[in-house]
């Protein structure tokens, strides 16, 4: 039994050795103390939802936040936070991210395009070594937190990020509908298998409040999505209904705006970092 013990600790060390082979370091005046990937097992989910509220919550809980938008081919969160028109400041130490109005930094592809909907139509080795340089020649100074907004499935730029950048964490998100909850299993078991820690699921979507009656209506039926994080033995994070209200500011650029806390079992798991 010893002998067994002894050799599960040695895999596992050499599983821990073979990903800190591909970490890449950050930027030299970067200081960032946690980084957590939103992550989707496909597109149209609302993990760049997540990863803008979630940057939100904590830079008003007084935390220093930043977010890297990962998704090159599909970036969305200059947009949400109304800053689409601005551009990064180039220096010889780096490219310095652009801060919203409550200081909140954000770097993405977006700002280093001509127009905002100029399409990035890039094989997946180059845009992985954008993300890279996202970490690589971003100056983020000091940061509690940086979130990484990343395209949907388990492809190029999610196994970059996995295999280049510490990560502490990452947050699963997933809509109500059954082939959602089987095709999120994939990133699931992708980041097990490249030994990322995996703070648990939040839900999007989950249901609808009817502005005349108050009744909670299940859109795409009861959700299944607890028992799911169950059985894959992680936390359920919590529920974000479909909100007018949020839909608006994002519309509008003004996320930072939002009042709504629906994730406050998600902001105690990040808090649980320290």
């Keep these: 039994m010893e002998q067994s013990r002894q050799k599960e600790n040695s895999n596992a060390n050499s599983k821990n050795n073979d990903k800190n082979n591909f970490l890449i370091k950050g930027n030299e005046l970067s200081d960032i103390k946690h980084v957590v990937a939103v992550i989707s097992g496909k597109g149209g989910v609302g993990k760049s ?34 800053v689409n028109e601005l551009r990064p400041q180039v220096f010889g130490e780096g490219i310095f991210p652009v801060e919203t109005g409550n200081d909140l ?9 001509d127009s905002p909907d100029s399409p990035v139509i890039w094989r997946g080795p180059l845009i992985g070594n954008a993300v890279k340089q996202f ?17 949907p499935g388990t492809g ?17 998100v997933i809509s109500p509908q059954d082939l959602v909850s089987l095709i999120v299993k994939k990133s699931f078991n992708m980041a097990r298998t490249m030994n990322i820690p995996i703070l648990g699921i939040v839900e999007n ?29 992680i936390p359920f994070l919590g529920r974000i209904p479909i909100d007018k209200n949020i839909a608006e500011l994002c519309d509008r650029g003004e996320i930072e705006k939002v009042n709504e806390n629906y994730l406050e079992m998600c902001i105690k798991a990040l ?4």
């Design 105 to 113: 930094k954000i770097m993405s592809i977006n700002f280093l395009l």
């Design 135 to 151: 970490w690589t020649d971003v100056v983020w100074n000091e940061l509690d937190y940086l979130f990484i907004d990343m395209p």
């Design 156 to 172: 190029d730029v999610p196994l970059t990020v996995f295999q280049s950048i510490p990560l502490d964490g990452i947050v699963i």
């Design 271 to 274: 808090e649980s970092l320290y």
């Design 205 to 233: 979507m989950s249901y609808i409040v009817c502005p005349k009656c108050g009744e909670r209506i299940d859109v795409f039926g009861e959700s299944k999505t607890e028992k799911i994080a169950k059985e894959m033995n």
């Design 49 to 82: 939802l997540v990863t803008s509220l979630l940057g939100v919550m904590m830079k008003r809980k007084g935390y220093k936040v930043g977010i890297l938008d990962a998704d090159i081919t599909g970036p969305s969160i200059p947009k949400i936070f109304g």
